[in-house]
């Protein structure tokens, strides 16, 4: 798949698989097949990994763009052992990303990955822990062990971010930096100590390591921006020009 240019790229949070709110807005909004959307994680599409993973992709599909889905931790990987025969790896928008033969205009990003969009330069870090890990065990829910970045991949990141001078674009995470977690979104009555914040901790370094323009991130359920930090939840923002003069 070729590099190409879209019209507009619009940016938003977790839908967890209620895209309903979204195919209206995408309406309103008058969303183009020429248009890109980047949900930030839990898009809720490779759930199940069954016949229900594919009626949510379809209802997806009507949003009428190509979908750049972060890696979240409510979700699969694409490379997970239940789904990775479905998924080919392809070269999009210079890098490497995933894509299903029947759904595609439907891309899951590669952690890590490099995007060069529109004249942009994106970088992926998807990941991060559930709060609500242990519930979902005891309920026999789905929890997808490799919903955090390895050491690996992590070293990986911090290897190309130093290649490339230690100054980013625009990064796309699931969760945030450290220092900008909404504090007044944590879970009521959850012990703190007991949450595995790695995730915020290692973009915490990266941001402190990286001159960058702006990061978006999802995880939250909230919207708001707290410096060059946009959390994303309900919102769907059109990116703007955010480069440093």
Not at 19 to 33: A, H, N, P, V, W
Not at 106 to 119: E, H, L, S, T
Not at 139 to 149: A, H, S, T
Not at 202 to 223: M, P, R, S
Request: with cysteine; net charge negative.
């Amino acid at each position: 798949m070729d590099t190409k240019d879209f019209d507009n790229i619009y940016i938003t949070g977790d839908k967890h698989t209620d895209f309903k709110d979204l195919i209206r807005k995408s309406m309103r909004f008058g969303f183009t097949d020429h248009d890109l959307l980047i949900i930030l994680g839990d898009v809720g599409v490779n759930y199940f990994g069954d016949e229900r993973d594919d009626q949510t992709k379809k209802v997806l599909s009507r949003v009428p763009c190509t979908v750049l889905c972060i890696h979240g931790n409510h979700e699969m990987r694409p490379t997970c052992a239940d789904i990775a025969h479905k998924y080919k790896q392809i070269e999009w928008q210079g890098d490497t990303a995933y894509i299903e033969g029947v759904f595609p205009k439907i891309i899951m990003a590669k952690d890590g990955a490099r995007y060069n969009i529109n004249g942009r330069e994106f970088l992926i870090i998807g990941g991060a822990y559930s709060v609500d890990k242990h519930y979902r065990l005891r309920m026999g829910y789905r929890w997808f062990p490799d919903e955090q970045l390895t050491d690996e991949e992590k070293d990986m990141i911090r290897r190309s971010v130093e290649e490339h001078g230690n100054r980013e674009d625009i990064i796309l995470a699931h969760t945030c930096p450290y220092n900008n977690r909404p504090i007044e979104c944590f879970m009521p009555g959850l012990d703190q100590s007991t949450v595995d914040e790695s995730m915020e901790q290692f973009l915490q370094e990266i941001v402190d390591k990286a001159k960058y323009n702006t990061l978006y991130c999802g995880h939250w359920h909230t919207d708001k921006v707290d410096g060059k930090v946009h959390i994303l939840f309900h919102d769907i923002i059109l990116l703007e020009d955010t480069k440093e003069q």
